[in-house]
């Protein structure tokens, strides 16, 4: 096998986390680990209306190949919602990918030379270091607070690596911290991507979610140079199994993906593009993200008050304003990892934060899941997790 396997196989391995995580598939696991947005939520009802009637008008063409650029109903439908957020976007500037995440891979082929250097948020979202991985970049980490990436410390990484390609950053409610990037920031970092010529991917799965404050523009509206290139989905907001997101970017650089989106699935699937365009246009999308936004409220709220009354003091959390996860930090004498094998076996799941870091550290933190629990199982998961965060503290002081 050795000598068959390209040098990028060896690059990456299946992840020891997932592994023991994949007991969280039991019923009987409370897990706050994965990214799954709740069930309940899906509109089954209304996709069965939406498949009946694109089969009934449309069949021939649902089922058929189609072009790698996408659905063209649904390109311009995109469009206009990118326009709502003040990006001057047309049909043409909109590639629908499969799922976001092809966004990222595809990004990764564009942009991406071994050596490269690759700047992001630490901590950054997960499948994104994988997918970067494979080109062997030089991941240039940069701490955050609570108004998301550091400019000082952006500036400064900018100045003495002369090799970045780009930016990768998640501005809105942030896997895995919650964290939003202020709008003072987000004006800076487009400055700073102009001064030194780099590229910024901004992925934005989540910005819909917002259960409090206003919210902000993204990057890419005050983009005025095609630096920034775009990524959103449907997953968090319709469904992640249809598998349709998009990536919004400059012309030239558009070319680059639709050549390589050929290379990778020729195309997303024609049927589950016209889904999301026919569901946008039979039903109300705004009132359902609104429910889902309601739901997942509900659930940070819950998880946030039983944090604050069982956790032990020491332990510090973010206070996200939306999204799906809030991001824990424990005493530096306390590893996630193990604490993850004991709170396994009174069947609570997380994922410690570690994997988070392209250039590792951090054992004393993890990430929480707050959207596909109900408020009882949360309530019961955070106690469970507290009796374990205490013994842990009490151990860590004897040892
Ligand atoms: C930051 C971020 N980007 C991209 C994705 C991929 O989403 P999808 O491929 O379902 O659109 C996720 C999924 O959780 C995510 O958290």
Not at 15 to 26: D, G
Not at 214 to 227: A, C, H, I, N, Y
Request: glycine fraction near 6%; hydrophobic fraction near 40%; include cysteine.
């Amino acid at each position: 096998m050795h000598n068959i396997l390209a040098r990028r196989a060896s690059l990456v391995k299946a992840s020891e986390i997932r592994e023991i995580l994949k007991v969280t598939e039991n019923s009987d696991i409370i897990s706050f680990a994965g990214g799954l947005p709740a069930p309940e939520l899906f509109p089954v009802e209304e996709m069965k209306t939406v498949c009946q009637a694109i089969l009934a008008e449309d069949g021939m063409k649902a089922l058929q190949y189609s072009t790698t650029e996408g659905y063209k109903p649904l390109r311009e439908m995109i469009a206009g919602r990118m326009r709502a957020l003040s990006i001057a976007a047309q049909s043409e500037d909109i590639l629908i990918t499969t799922g976001s995440q092809q966004g990222l891979d595809l990004s990764g082929k564009v942009l991406l030379d071994e050596g490269d250097g690759v700047i992001c948020e630490s901590p950054t979202y997960l499948a994104a270091i994988n997918a970067f991985k494979v080109y062997s970049p030089n991941f240039i980490e940069i701490a955050m607070d609570e108004q998301g990436m550091r400019m000082d410390e952006l500036e400064t990484a900018l100045e003495h690596n002369h090799r970045i390609k780009c930016i990768y950053t998640i501005p809105d409610f942030q896997n895995p911290t919650g964290r939003t990037m202020s709008l003072e920031r987000r004006k800076k970092l487009i400055e700073l991507a102009n001064r030194f010529a780099v590229m910024v991917i901004e992925d934005n799965p989540y910005g819909e979610l917002r259960f409090s404050g206003d919210r902000l523009p993204p990057v890419k509206s005050f983009d005025t140079e095609g630096r920034v290139i775009y990524q959103s989905t449907f997953s968090k907001v319709l469904t992640p199994g249809i598998r349709v997101g998009w990536i919004c970017a400059a012309p030239e650089i558009m070319q680059k993906y639709v050549v390589f989106k050929q290379g990778t699935d020729l195309h997303t699937s024609t049927f589950s593009q016209m889904q999301v365009n026919k569901f946008v246009e039979l039903f109300d999308i705004e009132e359902h993200v609104s429910k889902i936004r309601q739901v997942y409220r509900r659930r940070r709220d819950c998880m946030l008050e039983a944090i604050r009354r069982e956790f032990p003091d020491y332990v510090t959390y973010t206070e996200p304003e939306g999204g799906l996860f809030l991001w824990i930090t424990l005493p530096a004498v306390i590893n996630a990892r193990d604490v993850l094998l004991s709170c396994l076996q009174q069947k609570v799941a997380f994922v410690p934060g570690g994997a988070f870091f392209p250039n590792g550290g951090h054992e004393n933190t993890l990430r929480l899941n707050f959207s596909n629990m109900t408020e009882a199982r949360i309530v019961e998961g955070i106690g469970r997790m507290a009796g374990i965060l205490k013994e842990c503290k009490n151990t860590a002081a004897e040892s």
